[in-house]
């Protein structure tokens, strides 16, 4: 078998760096795949993320803590949501 030249191991390198950016950025995007949802129980509002297709949710907590974490995570996922699409096109041009 011939060692790979100088280019093909650039080449390899920046493929696997590609690679585990994309999916490391497609990992934690399907950790919001369901989105998140307010819910008022006794008075209160409380932030959930939703965990399944079922409705099934985790309270993240009430609203008075988490209003601006909130805006910050919709920030988030629109970033990932972007990146994912820069990675994808990266990934396809290295294909070709």
């Known amino acids: 078998m011939k060692p790979l030249s100088d280019q093909q191991r650039l080449f390899l390198v920046e493929s696997d760096q590609i690679y585990r950016a994309w999916r490391e950025v497609l990992w934690r995007h399907r950790d919001y795949k369901y989105g998140m949802r307010w819910k008022n129980v006794n008075g209160k509002d409380y932030l ?39 990675l994808k096109s990266s990934l396809t041009l290295k294909e070709s």
Request: proline share 3%; net charge positive.
């Open 48 to 86: 959930l993320r939703l965990t399944s297709a079922s409705g099934n949710s985790k309270s993240l907590g009430p609203l008075l803590k988490l209003s601006k974490f909130s805006d910050s995570l919709k920030k988030a996922k629109r970033w990932r949501k972007k990146n994912i699409r820069a």
